[in-house]
T-cell receptor
Framework: GAVVSQHPSWVICKSGTSVKIECRSLDFQATTMFWYRQFPKQSLMLMATSNEGSKATYEQGVEKDKFLINHASLTLSTLTVTSAHPEDSSFYIC??????????????FGPGTRLTVT | AQTVTQSQPEMSVQEAETVTLSCTYDTSESDYYLFWYKQPPSRQMILVIRQEAYKQQNATENRFSVNFQKAAKSFSLKISDSQLGDAAMYFCAYKLGNTPLVFGKGTRLSVIA
């Protein structure tokens, strides 16, 4: 149990376009979703936290108008990178928490999405 | 803010030998959780082991065990009988309740055949 999927696994887009990344919890209800960003050979940096039905809370330094996060259902969260630029190229990882579980503190990770902006 | 420090950017170990990865953290809380995650080349985050801070007993999962020193705020990971498949990035992480995981910078482990 506790499987998280991400789609697409790899996307290439042109500078100035927008790209949407989907994160789904397949066998549990994700009351909270976390979005992380990972540059090559670096650690995971938290971008934002979203609770189902509420606006996302962004970390300091993350542009909320550039990285749009929607968590409209208990199984789906999306991250849209708007007007992407080459510096947005990175590995994006979502993680989900099931608030209804006994160990509700656990976070389950998706496989990640590699974004390349040309 | 809580911080997690991994002072070893890279480590190597001979196959079948034992290696210990270090992690320290800073917190003023008394009840929290600590984790070790493995990130292989596929980049999928894999939970290796978890420790609840209120438990004095060190967590163990097969060949993986931790040395949790709460007063020293230290949380090291010991890998016994290292295997080639253990080669990966290892991240130490801290979690307070339902807040997000906070990760250290990671340690790249190489396993030498």
């Amino acid at each position: 149990g506790a499987v998280v999927s991400q789609h697409p696994s790899w996307v290439i887009c042109k500078s100035g376009t927008s790209v949407k990344i989907e994160c789904r919890s397949l066998d549990f209800q994700a009351t909270t979703m976390f979005w992380y960003r990972q540059f090559p050979k670096q650690s995971l940096m938290l971008m934002a936290t979203s609770n189902e039905g509420s606006k996302a809370t962004y970390e300091q330094g993350v542009e909320k108008d550039k990285f749009l996060i929607n968590h409209a259902s208990l199984t789906l969260s999306t991250l849209t990178v708007t007007s992407a630029h080459p510096e947005d190229s990175s590995f994006y990882i979502c993680s989900a928490r099931d608030g209804g579980r006994l160990k509700s503190y656990e976070q389950y990770f998706g496989p990640g999405t590699r974004l390349t902006v040309t | 803010a809580q911080t997690v420090t991994q002072s070893q950017p890279e480590m190597s170990v001979q196959e079948a030998e034992t290696v210990t990865l270090s992690c320290t953290y800073d917190t003023s809380e008394s009840d929290y959780y600590l984790f070790w995650y493995k990130q292989p080349p596929s980049r999928q985050m894999i939970l290796v082991i978890r420790q609840e801070a209120y438990k004095q007993q060190n967590a163990t999962e097969n060949r993986f065990s931790v040395n949790f020193q709460k007063a020293a705020k230290s949380f090291s990971l010991k890998i016994s009988d290292s295997q080639l498949g253990d080669a990966a990035m290892y991240f130490c992480a801290y979690k307070l309740g339902n807040t997000p995981l906070v990760f250290g910078k990671g340690t790249r482990l190489s396993v030498i055949a």
